[in-house]
């Protein structure tokens, strides 16, 4: 006996030795599509029948090919074939299959009806399910209407009253499959990894990206370059990124992220584009007590000191000259890369104005630096006659 013989028989053993009940889940493999159905290899010898329906997209053409690997359910043996599904529901199923996808924990397909108290009215199989919000999505259900005339798929987690009472939840339909996602996404995600996503909630701290099964978190820091108020200005639900894994914690599930380093930092070009002398136009974003921060361009700032400002005229406050938002042309005065500082004057900034300044004005009693030694000096401060 060949090693390929024995193998193929101990599968067949094996395969032989455990016994489908309604409900198991196995991995199967396409092995013919024909008509209406799609034939399954589930080992050995064993075939399985499910509806090709299932896996039809909008235009009616069924989305899986033959040698394709799907994840089904195991629902009964009938006429000596073997049933599989996806989920139930997609047909017309029987009230004692809705029983039976109770017990057994298979997915059953529904529509969204209508929004009723405490949650959605769902037509499934012929007959009316209720699904409350908290079980209608992982996330909380800020728009009852976008469910509304939608198709999912639920689990039956209560029947009773011979069908007339059907509670349904496609959150667990949902938790189970982001597990199975999860599970994958942990031998495949890499820190320093770029991958796409999509925008699933707006926080003041940042924003909660799908990754394809698991959330991470963008902080507020790392949207953008420049400073950023509000979330809103950059980002909205439902939009698709690309953003940058910085951090992956999978025993505490927090995954951080980020967007701004995505795009090029506009330091590395600074020195280039932002030379001593050079003139810029620029917009007042932040008042302090020590000066005026400009916005240059997004995510390069410089700072305007309040000794820079007045004309001469000593100020107590920026405020007094500028206010925030107002449009200011400016002059460099200094770059410092390395620690990401940019000193400005007005454009008409002169030394006058700076000799004006009280800040910058030396002591009347004070000598020269030139005149005398540093004892002469502390005899002076004292007010020590020579």
């Known amino acids: 006996m060949t090693d390929e013989s024995f193998a193929d028989l101990f599968q067949e053993k094996s395969v032989a030795k455990k016994k489908l009940q309604p409900g198991d889940r196995v991995e199967a493999v396409a092995a013919d599509i024909s008509g209406e159905n799609i034939f399954l290899d589930i080992g050995g010898k064993s075939e399985g029948v499910l509806k090709a329906a299932e896996f039809q997209d909008d235009e009616g053409k069924c989305t899986v090919q033959a040698g394709d690997t799907l994840k089904v359910f195991f629902v009964a043996q009938r006429g000596g074939e073997m049933i599989f599904t996806t989920r139930l529901g997609s047909g017309q199923a029987s009230l004692q299959e809705l029983e039976d996808a109770f017990h057994s924990g298979i997915p059953v397909e529904g529509r969204v009806s209508k929004e009723i108290k405490g949650g959605f009215e769902v037509k499934i199989a012929g007959q009316r399910g209720f699904c409350p919000y908290s079980q209608m999505d992982i996330r909380r259900v800020e728009d009852p209407e976008e469910y509304i005339d939608q198709t999912f798929s639920f689990k039956v987690m209560e029947f009773s009253s011979k069908g007339r009472n059907i509670i349904l939840s496609s959150r667990a339909v949902l938790e189970e499959q982001r597990e199975e996602q999860r599970q994958q996404l942990q031998q495949t995600l890499e820190e320093g990894m770029r991958v796409a996503g999509t925008v699933t909630s707006i926080r003041d701290f940042g924003a909660f990206v799908d990754l394809g099964g698991v959330d991470g978190l963008i902080p507020i820091s790392e949207l953008a370059w420049g400073q950023t108020d509000k979330v809103e200005d950059i980002l909205s639900r439902g939009q698709q990124v690309e953003v940058l894994i910085k951090r992956l914690d999978w025993d505490n599930e927090r995954i951080s992220l980020s967007l701004r380093e995505t795009t090029e930092n506009p330091w590395d070009t600074v020195e280039e584009n932002y030379s001593p002398g050079s003139i810029h136009q620029g917009t007042v974003s932040r008042l302090t007590t020590f000066g005026a921060f400009i916005t240059l361009e997004p995510g390069v700032d410089g700072l305007l000191h309040i000794s820079k400002l007045g004309s001469g005229r000593?100020?107590?406050?920026p405020r007094e000259v500028l206010e925030?938002?107002?449009?200011?042309?400016?002059?460099?005065?200094?770059?410092?890369?390395?620690?990401?500082?940019?000193?400005?004057?007005?454009?008409?900034?002169?030394?006058?104005?700076k000799t004006d300044s009280?800040?910058?004005?030396?002591?009347?009693?004070?000598?020269?630096?030139?005149?005398?030694?540093?004892?002469?000096?502390?005899?002076?401060?004292?007010?020590?006659?020579?």
């Open 314 to 317: 000593r100020i107590n406050h």
């Open 358 to 386: 009280k800040e910058y004005m030396p002591p009347t009693d004070a000598p020269p630096k030139s005149m005398g030694t540093f004892g002469d000096l502390l005899k002076a401060q004292l007010g020590v006659k020579k």
């Open 324 to 353: 925030s938002g107002q449009a200011i042309t400016v002059k460099i005065d200094g770059v410092d890369n390395e620690q990401k500082r940019i000193s400005l004057v007005p454009e008409d900034y002169t030394e006058t104005d």
